[in-house]
């Protein structure tokens, strides 16, 4: 089995900051890409950032100078630093994985359960 696990979110006020994180385990034989999407009520999920594999990060243009995305290999760990939050951000943010299970098995996409963010005075 393969599991993401998210944590970091929260209630923040606006122009503040939340570090999430999001670990996977189990059985991985390697991780091309992750991610982060959110989606917020009465919303379609979007794509907030991606770090592919020996790729260039991208990011959603409403989050571009204010969120980063970044990974630590060594732990199967992608995290989404987020400041200077405002309302519209507010949503349940999905970590995402591109990755193969074995050798022998075919890449496939995994989810978190998500995590909600909430920017509100």
């Known amino acids: 089995q393969v599991q993401l696990v998210e944590s970091g979110g929260g209630l923040v006020q606006p122009g503040g900051s939340l570090r999430l994180s999001c670990a996977a385990s189990?059985?991985?034989?390697?991780?091309?890409?992750m991610a982060w999407y959110r989606q917020a009520p009465g919303k379609q999920r979007e794509l907030v950032a991606v770090?592919?594999?020996?790729?260039?990060?991208n990011y959603a243009d409403s989050v571009k100078g204010r969120f980063t995305i970044s990974r630590d290999n060594a732990k199967n760990t992608v995290y989404l630093q987020m400041n200077s939050l405002k309302p519209e951000d507010t949503a349940v943010y999905y970590c995402?994985?591109?990755?193969?299970?074995?050798?022998?098995?075919?890449?496939?996409?995994?989810w978190g359960q998500g995590t909600q963010v909430t920017v509100s005075s």
């Open positions: 189990g059985s991985i034989f390697s991780i091309y890409a």
């Open positions: 770090i592919p594999s020996g790729g260039s990060t």
């Open positions: 995402y994985a591109d990755l193969q299970r074995t050798i022998v098995t075919p890449r496939t996409d995994y």
